[in-house]
């Protein structure tokens, strides 16, 4: 509904604005951010669905949100696995703990 994405953009803009004063990285509010990526795709599918359609240019901030976070993934993968190497891991058993819950990846504050 329109009051569902009005309070998901507030508290998005919020978060952003909090980060921006505290002069911290966007890193920082990851869980928040994956939380916001969810609720905006549960979101987008409602309004889809009764045929209603959000800005091409929400949508496009909300991919880039969604590649940004990825990427920030992807590089504390990169570094948990190279931790892992000079204790003789392989990636196949990296990639195997991660998904099976053995190993757990660290958040912005380690």
Known sequence: ???EA???FA??????????TQGLPLDQSMDQIGASLTRFETLKTKLDQSGY???SSIISGMDNLKAFAW???KVILAKAYLGTISNNGT???FLSDVKSGKF???GPSG
């Open 1 to 3: 509904t329109a009051e």
């Open 6 to 8: 009005a309070k998901l």
């Open 11 to 20: 508290e998005l803009r919020s978060m952003i604005d909090g980060l921006e």
């Open 53 to 55: 359609s959000l800005d």
């Open 71 to 73: 990427e920030n993934q």
């Open 91 to 93: 990636i196949d058993k």
């Open 104 to 106: 757990v990846l660290p």
